[in-house]
């Protein structure tokens, strides 16, 4: 009776973290290519789109995501009576916030990026575009992948956010057991899966860091 | 005929003045070389050649196109002080890369002309190496066989060998000196032994003016300007 309520609690929560997870990843896939746009736009352009860009970055992150969040789900609704879904409001919040603060992350990696790279692909001959995306990108990511990951594990940790506009995610899922049965157990349940997704995402990151690290560069020779 | 030629060009940094009136020509097939002390005004020249620095004053021709035009710069190769490869790439991908984005090349053909140019430089057996695997002076051959396989109608070198190791120095030397009897060269260098060897012409810069120029035999033993004789002197141990 015991294990079967238990497997119950699992399914249960797992059925959130499964939101969760779809959340996570639609965010993350989202926001690194709007992320790449928006770094390279404010490295650039310094034109009015570099300044608008750089306005609206300050803007996202002065504000905190549950503001965003809220914004998007009840302001939208009451200002344009755009009424949207929780979880398509979820994942244009999550994707708006990050791909400004993986924007930054992004220019960070270009700019670390060695000048003379720069010249020596002007040089060769290879365009803006080719130099970004054969180039430059691929060392700064090298460079920012550390980052890169704390961010999307900074992701998987505000989906918590989530059920305050009743997203059914893990947090909710645990909570609502938790309510039901009156036991602590659900949110260690909701932890584990917590810690399952943060760990396996961590490993990922490692194999390819370990990966990456036969062509870091050696800037006593390049 | 004229492959690149400067005319009357000036440059400053705010208010310093680091190039002042500068005219340099280089003829098809010669190696021109240019010496003189550190901040003199060397490697701002060749930079505003390839265009990486803006001109005041004057004018530069590459084979008779403005240099700001895509199509002069594409006649130029240029090798840096560092070799600047790149990272994420191994030694024939940082040589194919370029001749397969800009020539539209096939990978194939690409990679027969890197492997030739590898073979030049002595290093086929490094291509699948990444460039953290290769000592300094592997590097900047690497470079150089990058800078080739582009297949320029001048290169351009800018202090090669200063980054290196004084036992590494050598081979890159080696590998230039095999170069100068196939391709026009404009050379930045503090190797003066090496200048004297190779060059048809020298120019001396100081304070980023040309205080003279000519061919080795009138710098090296016919000069009467103090400045160059100064500076030469300094080199005494290593010409004898």
């Known amino acids: 009776m015991i294990a079967e309520s238990l497997i119950n609690s699992i399914l249960f929560i797992l059925k959130g973290g499964l939101t969760t997870l779809a959340i996570w990843v639609i965010t993350v896939l989202l926001a690194i290519p709007c992320a790449i746009l928006i770094a390279i736009i404010r490295i650039r352009y310094k034109n009015s789109l570099g300044r608008v860009i750089d306005l609206y970055t300050g803007l996202i992150r002065g504000t905190p995501l549950l503001f965003q969040l809220f914004f998007i789900y009840f302001g939208l609704a009451l200002i344009f009576k755009i009424n949207l879904p929780s979880f398509l409001a979820a994942v244009i919040a999550f994707t708006n916030s990050w791909m400004i603060y993986l924007g930054e992350v992004f220019r960070g990696g270009f700019n670390s990026v060695d000048k003379s790279q720069y010249e020596t692909c002007k040089i060769l001959g290879l365009n803006y575009y080719q130099t970004m995306r054969y180039v430059i990108l691929p060392q700064a990511i090298i460079a920012i992948l550390p980052e890169i990951n704390n961010q999307v594990i900074e992701i998987i940790w505000s989906t918590s956010l989530l059920s305050t506009i009743g997203v059914n995610d893990i947090l909710k899922a645990s909570k609502v057991i938790l309510m039901r049965d009156l036991t602590i157990t659900p949110f260690i349940i909701a932890a584990f899966f917590y810690l399952l997704f943060n760990n396996i995402i961590t490993l990922i990151f490692k194999k390819v860091e370990k990966k990456c690290s036969s062509y870091k560069p050696n800037y006593k020779y390049l | ?240």
């Open chain 2, 1 to 240: 005929m004229k492959i690149i030629e400067v005319k009357k060009i000036s440059k400053k940094f705010g208010k310093l003045s680091v190039l002042s009136d500068v005219s340099l020509t280089v003829e098809k097939n010669q190696i021109i070389s240019i010496i003189g002390p550190s901040g003199s005004g060397k490697s701002t020249l060749l930079r505003t050649i390839v265009n990486f620095e803006d001109i005041d004053k004057g004018e530069i021709f590459i084979e008779g196109k403005n240099n700001k035009t895509k199509d002069a710069i594409s006649k130029v190769g240029m090798v840096f002080q560092n070799p600047n490869l790149f990272p994420n790439k191994t030694v024939i991908d940082n040589l194919i890369s370029a001749p397969i984005l800009v020539k539209k090349m096939n990978k194939n053909m690409a990679k027969k002309l890197g492997e030739y140019y590898l073979k030049k430089v002595n290093l086929l057996n490094k291509e699948n190496y990444y460039p953290s695997r290769l000592s300094g002076g592997e590097a900047q051959r690497v470079a150089i066989a990058r800078a080739l396989v582009m297949q320029p109608d001048i290169l351009l070198l800018d202090e090669p060998t200063s980054s290196l190791d004084p036992e590494l120095v050598n081979e890159v030397l080696i590998t230039i000196k095999k170069l100068a009897k196939e391709i026009t060269i404009l050379i930045v260098s503090h190797e003066i032994k090496f200048v004297k060897e190779i060059s048809d012409k020298i120019y001396f810069m100081d304070k980023g003016k040309i205080i003279t120029s000519g061919k080795p035999e009138s710098i090296f033993f016919e000069q009467k300007n103090q400045r160059l004789k100064k500076f030469l002197k300094t080199f005494s141990y290593k010409l004898n």
